[in-house]
């Protein structure tokens, strides 16, 4: 099995799987603005705004991995848990939820059975705190 790119919960995006192709990355910083005047405003960091990824890659099911790997990680969002985002080196990026998965299906063989499909996932970096992961 190819080495892990990165791990979602119980998802791993890998060489031999779910393998993505593109990840972009958006964090938000907030700053408070005061009107000034005679002068430009005067700005405040008052803290961290999202922090959301997303990740775009493609399955080929008869490599490996098989048709089901979309309807696992739709299986594992659907939860409605915040899961651990793990890189491949072994870092951690703390808890994320997943806001969006959509695919697209080409190259159809018999049944209609799909010969590539593409994905895109959406993520966003939770920070509701412990507190709130004790609910359920």
């Known amino acids: 099995m190819a080495e892990v790119m990165m791990q979602l919960g119980l998802l791993q995006f890998s060489l031999d799987t779910a393998a993505y192709q593109r990840l972009f990355r958006s964090t938000g910083y907030r700053w408070a603005r005061q009107a000034r005047?005679?002068?430009?405003?005067?700005?405040?960091?008052?803290?961290?705004g999202a922090d959301s990824i997303d990740i775009?890659?493609?399955?080929?099911?008869?490599?490996?991995?098989?048709l089901k790997q979309v309807d696992q990680m739709?299986?594992?969002s659907s939860l409605g848990l915040p899961v651990p985002l793990v890189t491949g080196q072994g870092k951690v990026l703390g808890l994320w939820v997943v806001?969006?998965?959509?695919?697209?299906?080409?190259?159809?063989?018999?049944?209609?059975?799909p010969m590539r499909q593409d994905f895109t996932m959406k993520i966003a970096r939770y920070d509701g705190g412990v507190s709130s992961l004790l609910r359920f």
């Open 74 to 76: 739709r299986n594992q």
């Open 99 to 113: 806001e969006a998965i959509s695919e697209g299906q080409e190259v159809f063989a018999k049944q209609g059975i």
């Open 56 to 66: 775009e890659g493609v399955i080929y099911p008869h490599f490996r991995g098989g």
């Open 37 to 48: 005047i005679g002068t430009n405003d005067a700005l405040q960091f008052v803290g961290f």
